[in-house]
């Protein structure tokens, strides 16, 4: 099979690079096809070859699928049998040092080239052994690469890059496959540099390359029932590493209480992601986290609101196009129940607003996002210095520490103010643009 030729789609996330339409440079820590590979991947490895691949699935014996450009596409390849499948799957399980048989009929790990496997047996898998391979891109994506491809738009980029200036603590959700690890990884290597990262995954996958890093990966337990390593106990020992920045590349249990405490400790600007199906339903993901380390409801929104400021989500379209769907900001009611609050929502193509390229419509929640980063000494450009936005009711600000005194990242330089005539054309804009 061979790849793609042409440049990637707006909005499509491929395991390319930036040359050649998206093809990754050569790499072989990261390609199938590497030295060995072709021989530990069987048939799987002809399918690795194209540069544009970046899951490999197999359903069945006959049934194996690829992702290509944010879609599924069904492939000539077949096994012999569910013996040959659950074969492979063993092999590739036992290279990343664990056990995968019928006392432990499912693993997930990463292989030694950065491939990560999840496979489940039968009789579990009721239609035979299934396989997911995940190949990594040899390097993350920049802000200002998926801003290109239209994953971000130009008014979230300008937002993001105000909440890393401002150290503001941010969730990044969305569904399985919308993109949270990649923007994860673009915005950890936006931190500057000088700031000490602890980035504690449950499977290591995210792909950076930023210096002044420490990973660390939990462990399940061995054939005894032993030398388990959770997320929780991780969190727990990153306390203790002097970290500018905790993140947590996916809270999916109890570690929810270990990291909100860490964040009401003076460790801000951590970031971590979570499964929900928008940003709104982000307290309710977190309300079902809490519920498994034993944590009221009352104490988890209370940690959330004074732990987290911003919510990003992600999401895919009907072509399978990754973009930021929407970002909010967490405000706290008069009832003790935190909200995400839209703040920007996300558009589809750039609108000159005010005379500048807008690509998304604001919010209720913009205004209290504004007052934050104003506090930590940082500019919102270019929405400080556009048309008025509509107002609505004026939602509670978020409870918590006050912020600091001073802000380690100085605020971006202010725009000029735009001409006479460009301010007149401002006011006039639309309501339903604004």
């Known amino acids: 099979m061979t790849g793609v030729a042409g440049a990637a789609e707006p909005g499509r996330i491929t395991g390319g690079g930036p040359g050649r339409g998206g093809e990754p440079d050569a790499d072989p820590r990261t390609s199938g096809a590497a030295a060995g590979g072709e021989q530990r991947l069987g048939p799987l490895a002809v399918l690795l070859r194209d540069p544009e691949v970046t899951d490999v699935l197999v359903n069945s014996p006959d049934q194996v699928w690829i992702e290509r450009a944010g879609r599924l596409r069904p492939t000539a390849v077949r096994f012999p049998d569910d013996a040959a499948v659950r074969a492979l799957a063993v092999r590739l399980a036992g290279s990343g040092g664990r056990r995968l048989d019928t006392a432990m009929p499912y693993v997930d790990v990463r292989l030694p080239d950065g491939i990560r496997l999840h496979a489940v047996l039968s009789p579990p898998a009721l239609g035979g052994t299934c396989l997911s391979l995940r190949r990594p891109r040899p390097r993350p994506f920049t802000l200002d690469e998926l801003a290109a491809l239209g994953t971000i738009g130009p008014s979230e980029t300008v937002v993001l890059r105000a909440v890393l200036a401002a150290r503001l603590t941010a969730v990044i959700s969305g569904g399985t ?31 950076l ?5 420490v990973r660390m990966e939990a462990r399940p337990p061995n054939i005894e029932g ?7 106990e991780l969190v727990r020992q990153a306390l203790r590493m002097r970290p500018d920045r905790l993140v947590v590349g996916e809270v999916r249990g109890p570690e929810v209480l270990d990291l909100l405490m860490a964040m009401n400790t003076g460790h801000e600007g951590g970031m971590g992601t979570v499964h929900a199906n928008t940003a709104e339903t982000v307290p309710a993901r977190f309300e079902a986290l809490g519920a498994l380390a034993g944590l009221p409801r009352a104490a988890l929104h209370s940690h959330l609101a ?11 379209d009907g072509d399978g196009a990754r973009r930021v769907t929407g970002i909010g900001v967490v405000c706290r009611g008069a009832d003790g129940i935190v909200r995400i609050v839209p703040a920007l929502a996300g558009g589809t193509g750039p609108v000159h607003y005010g005379g500048r390229p807008f690509a998304g419509v604001e919010r ?71």
């Open 306 to 316: 004074a732990a987290v400021h911003v919510a990003v989500h992600l999401g895919r």
């Open 364 to 434: 209720e929640g913009l205004p209290v996002l504004r007052s934050l980063l104003r506090d930590r000494g940082v500019s919102l450009w270019p929405f400080d210095q556009a048309a008025p936005v509509r107002r609505g009711p004026r939602p509670a600000p978020v409870t918590g520490s006050p912020p600091p005194a001073s802000v380690s990242a100085p605020p971006p330089a202010e725009a000029p103010a735009p001409p006479p005539a460009e301010a007149a054309a401002a006011e006039n804009v639309p309501e339903a643009v604004l």
């Open 209 to 213: 390359t930023r210096v002044n890093l």
């Open 226 to 232: 032993a030398g388990e390593i959770t997320q929780r």
């Open 177 to 207: 496959g919308t993109g949270k690890t990649t923007l994860l990884a673009a915005l950890l290597d936006a931190v500057p540099a000088n700031e000490r990262v602890v980035l504690i995954e449950d499977t290591a996958e995210l792909v």
